[in-house]
């Protein structure tokens, strides 16, 4: 089954504690990005990534990493998060062909809260 | 800026009262339009793609229409199992970033 994978899907941490979540996806897909979602602010980009070592800053990037160095693999990383990281995450993947964009595939989403 | 904005913000309709939801975009110039539907607490799940003015592409109830400054979502008939938020979202020639609206919260009464 063609899908998108993320874990944690739900995580409580401390401020200043290192995370990772973990986005695969098994569609053989060049696109991969992550975004968050906030109550009223709809989903916002924060970083995506076009293929292999290939990655790029979206709207909201501070206080994230990320890295792509397997073309199926997409982490997230929060070197130390805070409590406005507070959010619902998610994944998402597409096939690139050129210039043309397409529709992407979105993971289940995790939820995290920072105390 | 690559701006999106979507209205209204939530809409309430009785079981087979058609509406539209609409979105305005702002682009240098625009690689792709997408329509996504998301369900509570579950990811957003694509619906449609238009890529130029005058495009339309249909799907059940739901008929999806481009200009060079809005995108309209039309919902014929609608049932109760049509409620969700529907989000836009705009891509532009100028990078494969993705910028996606607030989404319109459609509730529909049987």
């Known amino acids: 089954e063609a899908q998108v994978t993320q874990n944690p899907r739900y995580l409580i941490t401390v401020t200043g504690k290192k995370l990772t979540v973990t986005c695969s996806q098994n569609?053989?897909?060049?696109?991969m990005s992550w975004y968050r979602q906030d109550p009223g602010l709809g989903l916002r980009q924060i970083y995506y990534s076009m293929n292999v070592e290939v990655t790029d800053k979206g709207d909201v990037p501070e206080g994230y990493k990320v890295s792509r160095k397997e073309k199926r693999n997409f982490p997230l990383i929060l070197e130390s998060p805070s409590p406005n990281q507070t959010s619902l995450y998610f994944c998402?993947?597409?096939?690139?062909?050129?210039?043309?964009?397409?529709?992407?595939?979105f993971g289940p989403g995790t939820r995290l809260t920072v105390t | 800026e690559d701006q999106v904005t979507q209205s209204p913000e939530a809409l309430r309709l009785q079981e087979g009262e058609s509406s539209s939801l609409n979105c305005s975009y702002t682009?240098?110039?625009?690689?792709?339009l997408f329509w996504y539907r998301q369900d509570p607490g579950k990811g957003p799940e694509f619906l449609f793609t238009?890529?130029?003015a005058g495009e339309e592409k249909e799907k059940e109830r739901l008929k999806a229409t481009l200009t060079k400054k809005e995108s309209f979502l039309h919902i014929t008939a609608p049932k109760p199992e049509d409620s969700a938020t529907y989000l836009c979202?705009?891509?532009?020639?100028?990078?494969?970033?993705?910028?996606f609206g607030a989404g319109t919260r459609l509730f529909v009464k049987a």
């Open positions: 682009v240098s110039g625009l690689r792709g």
């Open positions: 998402a993947s597409s096939k690139l062909e050129r210039v043309t964009p397409y529709e992407q595939y």
């Open positions: 569609m053989n897909h060049e696109y």
């Open positions: 979202a705009v891509q532009d020639t100028g990078g494969f970033k993705t910028i």
């Open positions: 238009l890529y130029s």
